[in-house]
């Protein structure tokens, strides 16, 4: 397997047409390759705001998606990997909030459906019930790629560190973060959640939010980050659209966990993390 | 139970002279309650150099500890609950890194022995082996106060989300981490593991460092802190010897589970954390 390989992080400025945040995805997947990107990361739902109604309004069948079949032919005509963040996704009378990981030949290698609900009620602060729409996946993620496996969890999946263990004990060594925090989330906890799952795992973490737009009604924090399994950030959006980039050195992970061993190091006498 | 208390944080200069530790640990404690402290902690080692020679050669027996004699009667003296940091101790032919706790009558309560040592090995930075002499514990270990049960932890024991998950599950509301992070780990992962394991937890967290001491061979980071469920520092030391004070309110610990209903939104559906 190949050791090394250039992320590019796409904290696109979502808007409230569909079209338009196709066309943008689709152009900076392009300019991610051009910029010799191997994998390539969408913020959660980059196609829709961030809204109940419009999860709704927006949401599309795996199989007849046109985002996805845009997706799917920017990642086969550039020849890169997408984890294409996230779209709102039916199955039968279901919505779920689904990010598909697509390979360089534009095919689905994998599939993550947020499997824990975003309900938070911080009264005059912040109001929102993801429960009153969607549907939690029953699924701890990971895909297999040239490079390593990568896990995929979406958002509110990175506030519980039972998954992140998981999928390292599956063997992720990249774990990808479509998240969308917001303005009162975001400034105290994104960074340091992202940093501790990266120290913690020993594993490269990418996070990818939208840009900040002021004029929906749940406003992003932006600050996409990749950080290393020391914790140390190797790039870091600011709240504006633009396109992050990272070389990785898959090595790293080995050199932190001789260092420090912290997985062997586990008292798995004593407790253990189970998958049911 | 009592909802509201104050905590002291004792970032004590520890040197290589047990009698000083123990007549500077005295005082302080003495200190603390006179500014209305009800809970005190002290740092890791606070009574020996962070240094495995050293550890052999202060180690003391439960039973007939000076040590522990000392803080006992300062506990009761002061009427102060105390978290006494750790201590090198011998059972048998065993050593162990052990914290002491003790209520307002200087009666023991609760002992926790670390459970995950510190074996540690960045090539030309800083290489420590705990493993050489220490012996592991073996306890998950909360203890009831009237306030609420507290769960206590020691240094590299703070690295194991899984041993938080569970402390939190046996009901602590305020974990002690007694430790000593040192000048290449103390910067990049103490503050921020702090914070994470409060956020993920949605306990107060209470961190107490030795001052940083640069005449020693293991130089501690210093930084000593509380933490509060939504990650917000209460109260935080420089490097320098300092006792720094934070008034808890518990029903802080009831809000935030309510405004963003963590515990409640774990998947035990799908994963769990046991405990064997």
Known sequence: MKNQFRLAVCQMMVVDNKDSNIVKAVSMIGNSAKNKADIVVLP??????????????????????KTLKAISKAARESGVYVIAGSIPETEGDKLYNSSFIFDRNGEIIGLHRKMHLFDINIPEKITFKESDTL???????TV?????????????????????????????????????????????????LIRARAIDNQVFIVAASPARNEGLSYVAYGNSMVVDPWGDMLARAGEKEEIIYADINLSRVDEVRNELPLLKNRRTDIYDMIEK
Chains 1, 2 share one sequence.
């Not at 705001?49 to 199989?63: C, H, S, T, V, W």
């Not at 549907?135 to 993620?141: E, L, P």
């Not at 990249?174 to 969308?180: D, E, Y």
Request: glycine share 8%; proline share 5%.
């Open 44 to 65: 959660e739902m980059f196609n829709c705001p961030y809204d109940n109604f419009k999860f709704m309004e927006y949401a599309e069948r795996g199989e007849d998606s």
């Open 135 to 141: 549907t939690a996946g029953n699924q701890v993620t």
């Open 144 to 192: 297999d790629t040239e490079f390593c496996k990568i896990g995929v969890v979406i958002c509110y999946d990175m506030r519980f560190p039972e998954l992140f263990r998981l999928m390292t004990l599956k063997g992720a060594k990249l774990i990808g973060i479509p998240g969308a925090f917001n303005m009162i989330t975001g400034p105290v906890h994104w960074k340091t």
